[in-house]
């Protein structure tokens, strides 16, 4: 299994009440997998993908990523098996303004300080037609072509999971199929997919639906 | 891309902020820089004017030194060493002593560390009749002044008499109009006029100086001396005349020692106090100087510490504002893998660059306000030590300023951050 939760639990801790972000779940992604979770907001869909990308410790269960629980490593190790085993997509884009199209596929790189970097940086830019946007910034870009760089970010450093929080939710739907190809494309090759969404188009690129409701799996189905 | 790039990247993005933290480093280091250059032109300043001082004088000094010579010159001798039977009463009143003592006294006076006389000369002298011209004489012979063996030698005050030659006073010159190269005779011998002295108004007018050993000759004194003539120095002390006597006691037991020509000293004296006066201005202008750089030192304590924390304060500020602006930025970062250490890095290399280019402003600006603002001085106020100091405390300045909102940023949750985003 490239991605695995196991009896995960998630809660925050309020003022005047606890909030059972995730409750028990279990959920297993292998290669190959594309796997979609929807439910309506504030089921836990965003707080399980947290978990699962190591940037969330859970309360209970056990995560393990490509075999590696990324919570048993320290803080800096733990960012470092983010940035070379996780991509992460999510629907505000999240690119760095001041940085242009090339700097921002490159972000990182900076931890990894790959040499090869740059040709695959070059590579996605054209594979996803940026190339002649490479010199503008995020500023200066439609939503779909900034979308198109989150995502040319997020396979740099050929991770081996794609965590994607609705990638879709900013997009038209021609940009919106062609990152969810992106998505099915990559899955294909042999990474693992989780997508956080609550839109049926999306739902549909996904070989398996996981539905969460209060923080919990309502249906499970391929 | 490195780390260094987005930290250009972001400065570029954000330069009004850059510029304002700049700003406030420039600040700091100018304040700093101008009080250090304007205490080293005040002292570059008061070092001239206290040189110049001391040189007008010392050159006041050395004008004294000579009046005071040519004034003891005119005088004569002020200084006289008699026998100790010399009946001083009739040595007044005769205008010449009359007991002798032996010529090495002047020997051992020369051979001995006396300080305080100098100039000195044994003579021979004599009350005498000029029986070819029927006049009462002094005779002095005189052999030269004697070498004292710890000093540097002094231009004489009078000059050796050579044998066969006779100085004469007013007063036996002029009325038969004798000139240096005359002829004369003095009770039986023949002399030739070697100068003739201009009129003094004292014994000296009707006084012939010959050669000693021919003046011991005449008046039947061989190896005889009347007196020792000498000249005081010119020395602050409370009682100089005492002082001499003392110092002559050790070296001449029962020697009597007068002092001549108290006008000419109360002159002197008067000098030596103008001396005095003009070394206290001396004193003064130097005490004034001083105080004028303890003044600015004393602002400059004042100023510069408040520039500095100032200029802490406003970059706290900024990194703080600077921090908040980018916590998006920095969460996502973050997310994708960037450690807390990278964080660092790029607030702090910020931090750095903006001392280290707020150091290199801030000293320039410093340099021209403090050169600007201070008396022009030949030599350069440029100190490359102050330079360095300022492009190495400015980075550290800034960077400890943003130490702490770095260390916030970096330690920022990235999925708090997304979770808000």
Redesign the interface.
Known sequence: MLISLQNIKKTYTGDAENVIAVDDVSLSVDAGEFVAVVGPSGCGK??LL?VA?G??GPDGGEVTIDDIDPYSLS??QR??F???RIG?V?Q?F??????NVL?NV???????GDPAARERADSLIERFGLGKRVGHRPGQLSTGERQRVALA?ALL?EPRVILADEPTGNLDGENSQEVLQTLQSFAQQGGAVLLVTHDPDAVAFAGRQVALSSGRIAENQE | ???S??IV??I???FLNFVLAVTGVSIAVACLVASVTMIDAGEIQSEQLVAQRQQEVKDAGKKLNDEMRKITKGLGFNIVVLAEDEDIAAFHAQGAPTRTMPQDYVTRLANSEIVVINHLLPIVTRKVEWTEKKKTIVLTGTRGEVPQAHRDPKKPLLDLVPKGKVVLGYQLHHPDKLKPGSKLTINGRALEVAKCHAERGTVDDVTAWVNLEEAQDMLGMQNLVNAILALECNCATIDRVAEIRGEIAKVLPGTQVLERGRKALARAEARNKAKKTADAALESAEESGRQIIESRKAQANVLVPLAVIGSFAWIVLLAVGNARQRR??I????????????VLVLFLGKALLVGLVGGGIGYVAGYMIGTGYSEPVQESLFDLNWLLIALLMAPALSAAASWLPALVAAGQD??VV??E?
Do not use: C, W
Request: glycine fraction near 8%; proline fraction near 5%.
């Open positions: 965003t707080t947290l990308g940037l969330l803080t800096e960012a470092r983010r940035a070379e992460f999510f505000q999240h690119l760095v303004p001041y940085l700097d490159m972000a990182p790189a900076l931890v990894t970010r450093n | 891309m490195k780390i790039r987005l990247q972001e570029a993005h954000r998006g930025e969460g996502i970062l973050r997310a994708i893998g960037l450690g807390s250490r990278h990235p999925a997304l979770q985003q």
